[in-house]
């Protein structure tokens, strides 16, 4: 009998690009389904009632939530293809502790870093920078945080890389001359289709604070 | 070569509770060091420098941090005995969303309780009950949390039962009116050494918060 996958998402949604780059990455075919969180759906009060909230995978009926608890189940459910957690407990953990650490860190920055000014927001840049430094300490001199391959880390942590192009045109961060290793790790995840596939294009992401800039009067 | 466990805890907290119970499930001899988080440790410093807290699970030389991320590696390790997760993909992914939902909620919640007063704490309270009603819900007629065997959700949520007591006498409340259910789903894996042995006492808990916020 076929898998029935179905992929309760919002395209901006950092957590919801982490499973559709893990969805992309192991060849699953699903049906992706585009929430109004304005009006949400029947589904997915059902599918999430606790938080509803997306992303919310579907697995022949049942909900998986919350993204790295699905990232994980995704991975031991399909796990004869492009595994995202080591073998070994010890990296597995290591694995685990810096993905928390990206939901913990580098979530909350983002969107400081739309609202903050003077002062407050060199703080917030300081600290995202330190943030980075760590992560880089983490690669170390590996292709990806996963090793030769992507594992969790990458895709945890990728969805919010990638809307570093847009800080930088904004002039609110500068990563290339501070963080080269991790510019040079993000290029390289680019590479591969079923990232470069998985996120919305820089333009689409840059428009989007320009409206939203609007919005807040923050031009 | 024998395994060397170091565990850098401190006695009241339910995340090192955590830690200890997992320990205790699999029968895994270690070294307790309990730190003062006023003067941390160069050891604390050294091994756990990004968040620079505890529990921290040290074997043979190498770190490993965040109670629930050092559980599943406890589960992993000692992996022939007392199974900690369960081993379906589906059931282990519930597991882990409920041990979520309790780490977003419940002490950041808690805290309120002894840490504010008037209808600041009367919220707190309510929204406290109303997080553990959700798990009573969850928890259903179940024995334990994923079913017959007590496992990785039970831990994660049964050490916060030793703090009961002080959110009950700085609250002015009792948990027990509120959720029954719970309290005998508690008392249950209090009956389990495992558990008994690795939960601070409810007074002493009561003390120590007495004393750090001053109440």
Not at chain 2, 34 to 47: A, G, H, T
Not at chain 2, 76 to 100: G, V
Not at chain 2, 109 to 132: D, H, R, S
Request: glycine fraction near 6%.
């Amino acid at each position: 009998m076929a898998d029935e996958v179905v992929l309760l998402d919002y395209w901006l949604s950092p957590f919801g690009m982490r499973l559709r780059i893990a969805l992309a990455l192991k060849g699953i075919k699903y049906e992706h389904k585009e929430e109004d969180l304005t009006n949400k759906s029947p589904l997915l009060l059902q599918s999430n009632p606790v938080h509803k909230k997306i992303p919310v995978l579907i697995h022949n009926g049942k909900p998986v939530c919350e993204s790295v608890v699905a990232l994980q189940y995704i991975d031991e459910v399909w796990n004869d293809t492009a595994p995202l957690l080591p073998s070994d407990p010890y990296l597995k953990s290591q694995a685990r502790f810096w993905a928390d650490f990206v939901d913990k860190k580098i979530y909350g920055y983002g969107k400081a870093l739309w609202t903050a000014k003077g002062e407050e927001l060199e703080a917030v840049q300081k600290d995202h920078l330190d943030c980075i430094k760590l992560l880089e300490g983490e690669l170390g001199d590996k292709p990806f945080f996963g090793g030769e391959t992507i594992g969790l880390l990458d895709v945890t942590l990728l969805p919010f890389a990638s809307w570093f192009s847009v800080y930088e045109k904004f002039g609110n961060l500068s990563l290339e001359a501070a963080c080269p290793k991790f510019i040079a790790w993000l290029k390289r995840c680019f590479l591969i289709q079923s990232v470069s596939e998985s996120l919305p294009a820089a333009e689409k992401l840059y428009d989007y604070v320009v409206q939203m800039k609007k919005k807040l009067g923050t031009e | 070569m024998a395994d060397e466990v170091v565990l850098l805890d401190l006695y009241v907290s339910m995340f090192g509770m955590r830690v200890r119970v997992a320990l205790a499930e699999k029968g895994v001899k270690y070294e307790y060091k309990e730190e003062d988080l006023r003067n941390k440790s160069q050891l604390l410093l050294q091994m756990n420098p990004v968040h620079k807290k505890i529990p921290v699970l040290i074997h043979n030389g190498k770190p490993v941090c965040e109670s629930l991320i050092i559980v599943q590696y406890i589960d992993e390790i000692w992996k022939d005995r007392a199974p900690l997760l369960p081993s379906d993909p589906y059931q282990r992914a519930q597991a882990r969303f409920w041990a979520d939902f309790i780490d977003k909620k419940l002490y950041d919640i808690g805290k309120k309780i002894y840490t504010t007063k008037g209808e600041e704490q009367e919220a707190g309270k309510k929204e406290f009950i109303e997080v553990l009603r959700v798990l009573e819900g969850e928890l259903g007629d179940k024995p334990y949390f994923m079913g017959e065997r007590f496992g990785f959700l039970d831990i994660a949520l049964i050490t916060f039962y030793s703090w009961f007591h002080a959110y009950e006498t700085l609250g002015n409340f009792s948990i027990e009116a509120e959720c029954p259910t719970l309290i005998s789903w508690a008392k249950r894996c209090m009956q389990k050494e495992s558990v008994s042995r690795s939960l601070a006492d409810p007074k002493k808990v009561y003390e120590f918060l007495v004393e750090a916020y001053g109440l």
